[in-house]
Protein backbone atom coordinates (compact mmCIF):
# COMPACT_ATOMS: atom_id res chain seq x y z
CA UNK A 1 0.00 0.00 0.00
CA UNK A 2 1.59 3.49 -1.01
CA UNK A 3 2.32 4.95 2.15
CA UNK A 4 1.34 8.23 0.78
CA UNK A 5 -2.15 7.39 0.38
CA UNK A 6 -2.49 6.79 3.78
CA UNK A 7 -0.99 9.67 5.80
CA UNK A 8 -2.81 11.15 8.18
CA UNK A 9 -5.35 8.47 8.40
CA UNK A 10 -5.38 6.30 11.42
CA UNK A 11 -5.07 2.67 11.88
CA UNK A 12 -5.94 2.57 15.13
CA UNK A 13 -9.17 0.89 16.10
CA UNK A 14 -11.94 2.51 17.31
CA UNK A 15 -12.79 0.74 20.57
CA UNK A 16 -15.95 3.42 21.85
CA UNK A 17 -16.71 3.29 18.03
CA UNK A 18 -16.75 -0.77 17.68
CA UNK A 19 -19.08 -0.98 21.12
CA UNK A 20 -21.46 1.25 19.87
CA UNK A 21 -21.75 -0.69 16.70
CA UNK A 22 -22.52 -3.94 19.06
CA UNK A 23 -25.02 -2.75 21.35
CA UNK A 24 -26.61 -1.07 18.20
CA UNK A 25 -26.58 -4.85 16.69
CA UNK A 26 -27.29 -6.76 19.93
CA UNK A 27 -30.36 -4.26 21.22
CA UNK A 28 -31.42 -4.07 18.19
CA UNK A 29 -31.97 -8.17 18.03
CA UNK A 30 -33.32 -8.06 21.51
CA UNK A 31 -36.44 -5.32 20.64
CA UNK A 32 -37.38 -7.29 17.62
CA UNK A 33 -37.38 -10.99 19.61
CA UNK A 34 -39.76 -8.94 22.75
CA UNK A 35 -41.66 -7.56 19.49
CA UNK A 36 -42.13 -11.29 18.02
CA UNK A 37 -43.53 -12.35 21.11
CA UNK A 38 -46.52 -11.06 20.47
CA UNK A 39 -46.68 -9.47 17.10
CA UNK A 40 -49.39 -10.42 13.90
CA UNK A 41 -50.40 -9.95 10.86
CA UNK A 42 -48.01 -7.75 8.57
CA UNK A 43 -45.72 -7.01 11.67
CA UNK A 44 -44.48 -10.61 11.74
CA UNK A 45 -42.94 -10.18 8.18
CA UNK A 46 -40.94 -6.36 8.89
CA UNK A 47 -39.83 -8.29 12.25
CA UNK A 48 -38.58 -11.31 10.02
CA UNK A 49 -36.88 -8.51 7.73
CA UNK A 50 -35.59 -6.78 10.47
CA UNK A 51 -34.24 -9.22 12.44
CA UNK A 52 -32.77 -11.32 8.67
CA UNK A 53 -31.48 -7.77 8.21
CA UNK A 54 -29.56 -7.22 11.18
CA UNK A 55 -28.28 -11.22 11.29
CA UNK A 56 -26.51 -10.20 8.15
CA UNK A 57 -25.41 -7.48 9.38
CA UNK A 58 -23.73 -9.38 12.28
CA UNK A 59 -21.31 -11.26 9.58
CA UNK A 60 -19.83 -7.52 8.52
CA UNK A 61 -18.96 -7.11 11.84
CA UNK A 62 -17.68 -10.06 12.42
CA UNK A 63 -15.34 -9.54 9.05
CA UNK A 64 -14.23 -6.80 11.02
CA UNK A 65 -13.06 -9.19 14.01
CA UNK A 66 -11.85 -11.72 11.51
CA UNK A 67 -8.77 -8.97 11.40
CA UNK A 68 -8.38 -8.38 14.87
CA UNK A 69 -9.32 -4.63 14.62
CA UNK A 70 -12.90 -4.70 16.44
CA UNK A 71 -12.04 -4.59 19.78
CA UNK A 72 -8.74 -4.88 22.10
CA UNK A 73 -6.49 -8.62 21.84
CA UNK A 74 -7.85 -12.00 20.08
CA UNK A 75 -9.96 -13.52 22.69
CA UNK A 76 -12.18 -10.12 22.80
CA UNK A 77 -12.16 -10.16 18.95
CA UNK A 78 -12.70 -13.99 18.94
CA UNK A 79 -15.75 -14.06 21.53
CA UNK A 80 -17.58 -11.07 19.84
CA UNK A 81 -17.18 -12.61 16.32
CA UNK A 82 -18.30 -16.01 17.25
CA UNK A 83 -21.49 -13.90 18.97
CA UNK A 84 -21.76 -12.23 15.65
CA UNK A 85 -22.04 -15.12 13.53
CA UNK A 86 -23.91 -17.55 15.72
CA UNK A 87 -26.92 -16.65 14.49
CA UNK A 88 -26.05 -18.10 11.19
CA UNK A 89 -24.17 -20.66 12.65
CA UNK A 90 -20.58 -18.84 11.34
CA UNK A 91 -17.61 -20.00 13.30
CA UNK A 92 -15.64 -17.33 13.85
CA UNK A 93 -12.08 -19.35 13.75
CA UNK A 94 -12.87 -21.30 10.82
CA UNK A 95 -14.45 -18.15 8.92
CA UNK A 96 -11.32 -16.78 10.20
CA UNK A 97 -8.82 -19.24 8.66
CA UNK A 98 -10.87 -18.89 4.99
CA UNK A 99 -11.04 -15.39 5.39
CA UNK A 100 -7.24 -14.60 5.54
CA UNK A 101 -6.96 -17.37 3.24
CA UNK A 102 -8.81 -15.47 0.89
CA UNK A 103 -6.79 -12.19 1.28
CA UNK A 104 -3.27 -14.22 0.88
CA UNK A 105 -4.17 -15.66 -2.60
CA UNK A 106 -6.47 -13.53 -3.92
CA UNK A 107 -6.91 -12.99 -8.03
CA UNK A 108 -5.01 -16.58 -8.03
CA UNK A 109 -5.82 -20.34 -8.51
CA UNK A 110 -5.49 -20.78 -4.90
CA UNK A 111 -7.97 -18.65 -3.93
CA UNK A 112 -10.74 -21.32 -3.64
CA UNK A 113 -12.94 -19.46 -0.87
CA UNK A 114 -14.20 -16.77 -3.13
CA UNK A 115 -16.98 -16.70 -5.87
CA UNK A 116 -16.11 -18.01 -9.64
CA UNK A 117 -18.25 -18.99 -12.32
CA UNK A 118 -18.84 -22.33 -11.10
CA UNK A 119 -21.45 -21.07 -8.63
CA UNK A 120 -23.26 -19.33 -11.05
CA UNK A 121 -23.24 -21.95 -13.85
CA UNK A 122 -26.85 -23.35 -14.15
CA UNK A 123 -30.28 -21.96 -11.98
CA UNK A 124 -29.52 -24.74 -9.71
CA UNK A 125 -26.10 -23.69 -8.65
CA UNK A 126 -27.25 -19.92 -8.56
CA UNK A 127 -30.39 -20.55 -6.43
CA UNK A 128 -28.26 -23.01 -4.11
CA UNK A 129 -25.06 -20.44 -3.83
CA UNK A 130 -27.82 -17.71 -3.24
CA UNK A 131 -30.38 -19.07 -0.90
CA UNK A 132 -28.16 -21.61 0.57
CA UNK A 133 -31.26 -23.67 1.98
CA UNK A 134 -29.04 -26.70 2.21
CA UNK A 135 -27.16 -24.24 5.19
CA UNK A 136 -28.44 -26.50 8.61
CA UNK A 137 -27.61 -29.47 6.36
CA UNK A 138 -23.90 -28.41 5.54
CA UNK A 139 -23.40 -26.97 8.99
CA UNK A 140 -24.72 -30.02 10.37
CA UNK A 141 -22.00 -32.11 7.87
CA UNK A 142 -19.44 -29.87 8.80
CA UNK A 143 -20.13 -30.12 12.64
CA UNK A 144 -19.94 -33.88 12.01
CA UNK A 145 -16.75 -34.06 10.02
CA UNK A 146 -14.96 -31.26 12.43
CA UNK A 147 -15.93 -33.67 15.58
CA UNK A 148 -14.56 -36.42 13.63
CA UNK A 149 -11.03 -34.94 13.26
CA UNK A 150 -11.32 -33.94 9.43
CA UNK A 151 -9.62 -31.02 8.33
CA UNK A 152 -12.04 -29.07 5.77
CA UNK A 153 -10.02 -25.60 5.78
CA UNK A 154 -6.60 -24.82 6.01
CA UNK A 155 -6.26 -24.86 9.31
CA UNK A 156 -3.18 -25.35 11.79
CA UNK A 157 -3.48 -27.96 14.87
CA UNK A 158 -3.99 -25.07 17.37
CA UNK A 159 -6.19 -23.13 14.72
CA UNK A 160 -8.24 -26.38 13.91
CA UNK A 161 -8.44 -27.31 17.70
CA UNK A 162 -10.45 -23.53 18.60
CA UNK A 163 -12.74 -24.01 15.09
CA UNK A 164 -13.92 -27.36 16.26
CA UNK A 165 -14.21 -26.49 19.35
CA UNK A 166 -16.52 -23.25 17.97
CA UNK A 167 -18.45 -25.80 16.13
CA UNK A 168 -19.28 -28.18 18.89
CA UNK A 169 -20.22 -25.16 20.78
CA UNK A 170 -22.60 -24.12 17.71
CA UNK A 171 -24.44 -27.05 17.03
CA UNK A 172 -25.26 -27.42 21.34
CA UNK A 173 -26.38 -24.28 21.27
CA UNK A 174 -28.70 -24.47 17.90
CA UNK A 175 -29.79 -27.89 19.33
CA UNK A 176 -30.66 -26.43 22.73
CA UNK A 177 -32.66 -24.03 21.02
CA UNK A 178 -34.54 -25.79 18.87
CA UNK A 179 -35.51 -28.03 21.86
CA UNK A 180 -36.83 -24.99 23.55
CA UNK A 181 -38.32 -23.48 20.57
CA UNK A 182 -40.21 -26.63 19.76
CA UNK A 183 -41.20 -27.08 22.99
CA UNK A 184 -42.15 -23.68 24.53
CA UNK A 185 -42.26 -21.10 21.43
CA UNK A 186 -42.73 -22.77 18.10
CA UNK A 187 -43.13 -19.58 16.69
CA UNK A 188 -40.62 -17.35 18.12
CA UNK A 189 -38.47 -19.93 17.26
CA UNK A 190 -39.52 -19.59 13.23
CA UNK A 191 -40.62 -16.23 13.38
CA UNK A 192 -36.99 -14.99 15.97
CA UNK A 193 -34.79 -17.32 14.44
CA UNK A 194 -35.00 -20.15 11.52
CA UNK A 195 -36.93 -18.19 9.06
CA UNK A 196 -34.77 -14.99 9.27
CA UNK A 197 -31.66 -16.61 9.47
CA UNK A 198 -31.66 -19.46 6.89
CA UNK A 199 -34.95 -18.11 4.55
CA UNK A 200 -34.26 -14.42 4.61
CA UNK A 201 -30.74 -13.35 5.77
CA UNK A 202 -28.85 -15.75 3.06
CA UNK A 203 -29.70 -13.62 0.01
CA UNK A 204 -29.63 -10.47 1.50
CA UNK A 205 -25.91 -11.34 2.67
CA UNK A 206 -25.41 -12.45 -0.71
CA UNK A 207 -26.41 -8.96 -2.45
CA UNK A 208 -24.55 -7.31 0.88
CA UNK A 209 -21.25 -9.11 -0.46
CA UNK A 210 -21.69 -9.87 -3.82
CA UNK A 211 -20.15 -6.64 -5.27
CA UNK A 212 -16.71 -7.23 -3.80
CA UNK A 213 -15.39 -9.15 -6.65
CA UNK A 214 -18.03 -10.73 -8.66
CA UNK A 215 -17.54 -9.13 -12.08
CA UNK A 216 -13.77 -8.38 -11.89
CA UNK A 217 -10.80 -10.29 -13.64
CA UNK A 218 -9.64 -12.99 -11.48
CA UNK A 219 -6.43 -13.56 -12.77
CA UNK A 220 -4.81 -10.73 -11.32
CA UNK A 221 -3.06 -9.57 -8.17
CA UNK A 222 -3.57 -6.01 -7.86
CA UNK A 223 -6.85 -5.42 -5.79
CA UNK A 224 -7.43 -2.35 -7.90
CA UNK A 225 -8.18 -4.92 -10.47
CA UNK A 226 -9.81 -7.91 -8.82
CA UNK A 227 -12.05 -5.65 -6.29
CA UNK A 228 -14.55 -3.11 -6.66
CA UNK A 229 -15.42 -0.33 -4.31
CA UNK A 230 -18.07 1.63 -5.10
CA UNK A 231 -20.26 4.41 -3.09
CA UNK A 232 -23.84 3.62 -1.56
CA UNK A 233 -26.27 5.90 0.52
CA UNK A 234 -25.01 5.65 4.24
CA UNK A 235 -27.25 3.24 5.34
CA UNK A 236 -26.12 0.73 3.29
CA UNK A 237 -22.20 1.17 4.12
CA UNK A 238 -23.58 0.92 7.68
CA UNK A 239 -25.05 -2.29 6.70
CA UNK A 240 -22.12 -3.99 5.28
CA UNK A 241 -19.48 -2.19 7.64
CA UNK A 242 -18.43 -0.05 4.92
CA UNK A 243 -17.01 -2.83 3.09
CA UNK A 244 -18.33 -1.21 -0.18
CA UNK A 245 -14.74 -0.36 0.11
CA UNK A 246 -13.94 -3.06 -1.01
CA UNK A 247 -10.38 -2.19 -2.57
CA UNK A 248 -9.27 -0.25 -0.21
CA UNK A 249 -9.65 -3.14 2.23
CA UNK A 250 -7.48 -5.50 0.13
CA UNK A 251 -4.68 -3.08 -0.04
CA UNK A 252 -4.74 -2.20 3.60
CA UNK A 253 -6.60 -4.71 5.89
CA UNK A 254 -5.21 -3.59 8.99
CA UNK A 255 -7.16 -0.16 8.48
CA UNK A 256 -10.71 -0.02 10.74
CA UNK A 257 -13.60 -0.41 8.26
CA UNK A 258 -15.07 3.36 8.93
CA UNK A 259 -11.81 4.93 7.71
CA UNK A 260 -12.02 2.56 4.65
CA UNK A 261 -13.94 5.72 2.96
CA UNK A 262 -10.79 8.42 4.35
CA UNK A 263 -8.45 5.90 2.25
CA UNK A 264 -11.11 5.61 -0.61
CA UNK A 265 -10.61 9.66 -1.29
CA UNK A 266 -7.38 10.01 -0.63
CA UNK A 267 -6.18 7.51 -3.15
CA UNK A 268 -9.09 8.28 -5.55
CA UNK A 269 -9.67 12.01 -5.30
CA UNK A 270 -13.08 10.74 -4.42
CA UNK A 271 -13.52 10.37 -8.68
CA UNK A 272 -16.95 11.19 -9.48
CA UNK A 273 -16.78 8.43 -11.82
CA UNK A 274 -16.41 5.36 -9.31
CA UNK A 275 -19.61 3.56 -9.85
CA UNK A 276 -22.34 3.30 -7.56
CA UNK A 277 -24.48 0.80 -5.73
CA UNK A 278 -26.76 0.72 -8.68
CA UNK A 279 -23.99 0.61 -11.21
CA UNK A 280 -21.95 -1.98 -8.89
CA UNK A 281 -25.48 -4.18 -8.74
CA UNK A 282 -25.60 -3.77 -12.94
CA UNK A 283 -21.85 -4.97 -13.17
CA UNK A 284 -22.43 -8.02 -11.21
CA UNK A 285 -25.80 -8.91 -12.65
CA UNK A 286 -23.70 -8.91 -16.08
CA UNK A 287 -21.13 -11.30 -14.54
CA UNK A 288 -23.34 -14.17 -13.37
CA UNK A 289 -25.43 -13.80 -16.56
CA UNK A 290 -21.73 -14.44 -18.10
CA UNK A 291 -20.96 -17.33 -16.20
CA UNK A 292 -24.63 -19.10 -16.61
CA UNK A 293 -24.27 -18.67 -20.86
CA UNK A 294 -20.57 -20.19 -20.19
CA UNK A 295 -19.24 -17.11 -21.85
Not at 43 to 48: E, F, K, R
Not at 241 to 262: I, K, S, T
Not at 278 to 287: D, L, M
Request: aromatic share 8%; charged share 15%; proline share 6%.
Amino acid sequence: MNRRATSGISLAPSYSLSVLKLTLWASGIAALLAAAATASGPMILAIIAGLAILYAHGLELQHEALHGILLPGERANRFAGLVLGAPMLAGFTDTRIRHLHHHRHVGTPGDVFDRSCRDFRSPRALFLHVFEPDRLLRFAGTTIAMAGGCRIAPHGRRSFAMARHEQILLAGLALALLAAGLGAAPRLLLVGWLIPAFVVAPPLHFLMTAAEHLGRPTATRRAEENARSYRAPSVWSYLVNFDNYHVEHHLCPAMPFHRLPRLYAARTGADPETPGLREAASEVAAAIVACSRGS
